[in-house]
Structures are given as structure tokens and as C-alpha cells.
T-cell receptor, first 110, second 114 residues
């Protein structure tokens, strides 16, 4: 079992819709969770992070964490074509380096 | 916000030569930096953890003599790909964590070995 799992996609949503990206992790001791966006040929950029159970909102983005289910998600409201990218979930398991999922490719159709 | 800068962004070299990539934390001190490698359409692969003032910690399967890492100051880590071969062609990305725990990436360096 991979430590951090994501559906590779592509996830295709129409412009203006809500995109829902999911991530599960195996280490129950994981402490913090990060979402990154990576455009093709570019390095990942941090979108947001979450430490506590529940929701955390930042603009059009909402991260949701459920530690009991070992599940973290990212919602993107009012999806735009410019949101088309690969979204990486990363987990802090207590080692200094984060553990990354393989990413979900999102396509927002105009 | 915190910024990590990486240089060069692109490098093309002949097989057998060595290439050095620099990674700098611009507005914070990083005792630890991380070097990743990414092949096209693949996930990030952690290569090594760079520790200021001590030896780097390499992930299993990564040749320490091939990928030399030096972390001489709190703001600079370097990765040297020695005797590069075409199979070393890849996207190399460094990263660093702030005191608050956030991990930021440099812009990445695309290495092409001819």
C-alpha cells in the first residue's frame, strides 16, 4: 500500500463547477497535510495546508481533513481553465521530508 | 512569503561532464533542504535530504557518489551531478521547510545530457 494515494485522473470538470480532489494516507500518526499545484514543466507551488480536522478555506480553495478516515480533500470552487494542472497531496509523517502522492490531473473545460 | 530560488533553470551538457545546481532560501534560514527528481508525467521522487554542516542523507537507490550534495550555509545547498549520462536527464527540484513547517519548492532545473 502506498503511503499517500491519489487518483491519477484526469478529472474533468466544466468551467464554473466545483472540482473535488481526494487523497488518502496510511500513517495514522501523520500530523499535517499539504496541497500543491504543479503546472506542466514547472515546480510545485503550495496552495494550502491543514493540521486540524474539519475544513479550512482560502479564497476558492477549501481543504478538508478527516483524520479518523485518514482522508484529506481539496475543493476548488468556480473552477477556471487556469486551474488545469496536477494537484499533489503531501503528508508530514514526522520525518523531515514530506511524503507525496502521485498527483491528480485536473482538466477544467471552458 | 518564503521563497526558494534555484539556478540554473535549464542546463544542457555533454555526457561525462559534471553539472552543479544551486538552491537558495531567500528570506529564511534552512537547516534542511530536500532534493527531488521528476521524470515526465511522473511523481516527485525524493533523492536526498541536505543537512547544513553535515553529510546528506540519501534515499535508497540514489548513488551518493553520483549526486554530490553540499549544504555549506543556512541558505545554500548544491547538487552536483557527476559524470552525467543521458539517463540522468530529468527535472531536479530543491525544496526547504520554513520554521512554520511549510515546504516551498525552487523553480526546478531541467537537465539534458547529450
Amino acid at each position: 500500500q502506498k503511503e499517500v494515494e491519489q487518483n491519477s485522473g484526469p478529472l474533468s470538470v466544466p468551467e464554473g463547477a466545483i472540482a473535488s480532489l481526494n487523497c488518502t494516507y496510511s500513517d495514522r500518526g501523520s500530523q499535517s497535510f499539504f496541497w500543491y499545484r504543479q503546472y506542466s514543466g514547472k515546480s510545485p507551488e503550495l496552495i494550502m495546508f491543514i493540521y486540524s480536522n474539519g475544513d479550512k478555506e482560502d479564497g476558492r480553495f477549501t481543504a478538508q481533513l478527516n483524520k479518523a478516515s485518514q482522508y484529506v480533500s481539496l475543493l476548488i470552487r468556480d473552477s477556471q481553465p487556469s486551474d488545469s494542472a496536477t494537484y499533489l497531496c503531501a503528508v508530514d509523517t514526522g520525518r523531515r521530508a514530506l511524503t507525496f502522492g502521485s498527483g491528480t490531473r485536473l482538466q477544467v473545460q471552458p | 512569503g518564503a521563497v526558494v530560488s534555484q539556478h540554473p533553470s535549464r542546463v544542457i551538457c555533454k555526457s561525462g561532464t559534471s553539472v552543479k545546481i544551486e538552491c537558495r532560501s531567500l528570506d529564511f534560514q534552512a537547516t534542511t533542504m530536500f532534493w527531488y527528481r521528476q521524470f515526465p508525467k511522473k511523481s516527485l521522487m525524493l533523492m536526498a535530504t541536505s543537512n547544513e554542516g553535515s553529510k546528506a542523507t540519501y534515499e535508497q537507490g540514489v548513488e551518493k557518489d553520483k549526486f554530490l550534495i553540499n549544504h555549506a550555509s543556512l541558505t545554500l545547498s548544491t547538487l552536483t551531478v557527476t559524470s552525467a549520462h543521458p539517463e540522468d536527464s530529468s527535472f531536479y527540484i530543491c525544496s526547504a521547510r520554513t520554521g512554520g513547517g511549510e515546504l516551498f519548492f525552487g523553480e526546478g532545473s531541467r537537465l539534458t545530457v547529450l
